[in-house]
Structure formats: C-alpha cells, structure tokens
C-alpha cells in the first residue's frame, strides 16, 4: 500500500488504539465489543490488503477507536485515558527499533504465516491460534526494550489464556503502528496534527458507521 492520506492514517491510528483499549479490558475483565476483537485481531494476518480499509473488514472495524481516537487527541470534555497514553508511547517507540530488525520481522512474517494456515481449521480467536499469536509476540516484539507492562487484575493476568490473548492484541497493535507509519504517520506529525487527525475520525464516523 502506497496510499498516504488522512483517511488511511486515521483508521491505522484508530486501530493502535481500539487494540490497546482491547488489552485493557481484557486485563481487568471488562466487557468489550466482540466484533471489534474479531476485526483486530483479523487486522494481524491481513499482511496483503489492497487497502488500509480492507485490513479491518472496513470503517466499522475500527469504530471503538475512531471514538476513541477523538476522545484521547481532542475532547474538551473526558480526559485523555493515562494508562492508554503510555502504552501508546511505548509501542510507537518499540516500532521504530522493530522497523530496524530484519530478522525479527522475518520472524514475525513466519508467525502470521503459520496463524492464517490455523485459520483453516479454527476461528481468530480460539485458544490454539491466540496462543501461537502471542508466542510470536513474546519471540519478536516482547525481547525488546522497553516492554510493555500491562497493568490489570493480578489474578487474571496469570491465567494463560488472558495472557496469550493479551500479547494477541499488543501484536494487532504493533501492526496498526507498522501500518500507520507506512502511511506516513509520525510522532511529530500526531503532536502538531491532531485536531486534523480526530476530525478525520469524525468525518470517517458520520459517513460509514
């Protein structure tokens, strides 16, 4: 994908944030938007989409985080989520040094190769495909530094299948910032275009959803 507009960083942006705001839920036991876990984590193994908008199944499939992307850049009237920020913070910085690691890449081609021939026998979010999902999370992403800590319940952290879906949605994520950067997004371009940024996301919410 060569495209470079608004509308393509707008929905790759919005989909770091729904697959983080996914990781939180996730890591406190809150409910969240089957349908949005499904589009996020499918946006992982969608490594050929002709379009930013095919990667998430279509606007609808980013629409928690077009809403939240507005949320988080502009609104005079919530608070910007911390604990988000910092995650977001993090993974951006996190993409740049995997951008410069060709054999982590490679591996993390091997390891989406690998999910969407699962795909063939089991749906996205079985326990088989999200448990090899954060294996190649915890090969790839997770041997750099810094890591993300997530916070959440002590309890459900240590169960093995709230830990491998969550490493599941980090990857989705990473590959939202693999994608936004491809679209030309940068840390100083989200600083001083912002306010374009969330109108982006509210025009995108008002003519698709």
Partial sequence: MTRKNDKDRALAFAGILQALQLVQSTAYGKPYDLEAIQSTLTSILRIDAATVEDVYGGVAGVKSGLRLLKTQLMSD?????????????????????????????????????RAQKQLEHFDISHTNVL?????????????????????????RLTEAGVANQIRALLLAAMRSAVLWRQCGGTRLGLLLGRRKLAGTAAILLQNNI
């Fill in 131 to 155: 448990a090899g999902l954060a294996d190649t999370y915890a090969q790839t992403i997770s041997t750099l530094q810094p890591r993300i800590m997530v916070k959440g319940e002590p309890t």
């Fill in 77 to 113: 009237k919530q608070k910007p989520d911390s604990e988000l920020s910092h995650y977001l913070l993090v993974l951006l910085h996190l993409e740049r040094k995997l951008s410069k690691r060709a054999d982590l890449m490679d591996k993390l081609t091997q390891g989406i190769e």
